[in-house]
């Protein structure tokens, strides 16, 4: 077979779809798993992750008074939902506080507001917090911080993907360059 066939039959194999298949930046989970159906407090009253069915849903271990890593990730969740543009409203975030003390469903409206106004934020008893962040493997602990701070909170940094039927498909690091988590969200979206 001469370079000409070669050509047009890798052509044809790529216009078939014969490409590589999708390489996801988080860790794909082997078998999705059903989120936890637990209820926490929102804002708008009781919510749980069931009920963003229907739309791609990354969840958050965190709290507003975290220095570093919660606004971070935040800033880039809300960028990845910019860069959707018309299809932004078929991914949600919902962040579940560590922090239930000083993390009312309010002032948690409030921290979600500075970043996107249809961001969640729930919050809860310690008991339903420990019960929702278990199958995610969610580890926080308090330690004493500084007197303008009051008590910070070290907490798992990772954040999880939920299929528009709530389960669990994907957790990604903290790291996860915003163009790599924009890339998984636009494939899911327009393939799934």
Same mark, same amino acid.
């Given at each position: 077979?001469?370079?000409?066939?070669?050509?047009?039959?890798?052509?044809?194999?790529? /216009?078939?779809?014969?490409?590589?298949?999708?390489?996801?930046?988080?860790?794909? *989970?082997?078998?999705? =798993?059903? #989120?936890? %159906?637990?209820?926490?407090?929102?804002?708008?009253?009781?919510?749980?992750?069931?009920?963003?069915?229907?739309?791609?849903?990354?969840?958050?271990?965190?709290?507003?008074?975290?220095?570093?890593?919660?606004?971070?990730?935040?800033?880039?969740?809300?960028?990845?939902?910019?860069?959707?543009?018309?299809?932004?409203?078929?991914?949600?975030?919902?962040?579940?506080?560590?922090?239930?003390?000083?993390?009312?469903?309010?002032? /948690?409206?409030?921290?979600?507001?500075?970043?996107?106004?249809?961001?969640?934020? *729930?919050?809860?008893? =310690?008991? #339903?917090? %420990?019960?929702?962040?278990?199958?995610?493997?969610?580890?926080?602990?308090?330690?004493?911080?500084?007197?303008?701070?009051?008590?910070?909170?070290?907490?798992?940094?990772?954040?999880?993907?939920?299929?528009?039927?709530?389960?669990?498909?994907?957790?990604?690091?903290?790291?996860?360059?915003?163009?790599?988590?924009?890339?998984?969200?636009?494939?899911?979206?327009?393939?799934?």
């Amino acid at each position: 077979m001469n370079w000409t066939k070669w050509s047009v039959l890798i052509l044809l194999c790529w /216009l078939v779809g014969c490409q590589s298949t999708h390489e996801f930046a988080g860790t794909l *989970l082997p078998e999705p =798993q059903p #989120a936890p %159906d637990i209820v926490l407090a929102s804002v708008d009253g009781p919510m749980g992750l069931h009920d963003f069915a229907g739309q791609y849903t990354f969840v958050y271990f965190g709290y507003r008074f975290c220095p570093d890593v919660c606004p971070v990730t935040m800033g880039k969740l809300k960028q990845v939902k910019a860069d959707l543009g018309d299809r932004g409203d078929e991914m949600a975030v919902v962040m579940i506080t560590v922090d239930p003390e000083r993390d009312t469903p309010e002032a /948690l409206a409030e921290y979600m507001g500075y970043f996107d106004d249809s961001f969640v934020g *729930l919050s809860g008893d =310690q008991e #339903a917090i %420990d019960a929702i962040g278990k199958p995610f493997g969610l580890y926080y602990h308090q330690h004493e911080g500084s007197a303008a701070s009051g008590y910070l909170i070290d907490h798992t940094a990772r954040f999880f993907l939920l299929d528009r039927e709530g389960n669990v498909i994907l957790s990604y690091a903290h790291e996860t360059p915003l163009d790599d988590l924009l890339h998984d969200v636009k494939y899911l979206i327009e393939t799934q």
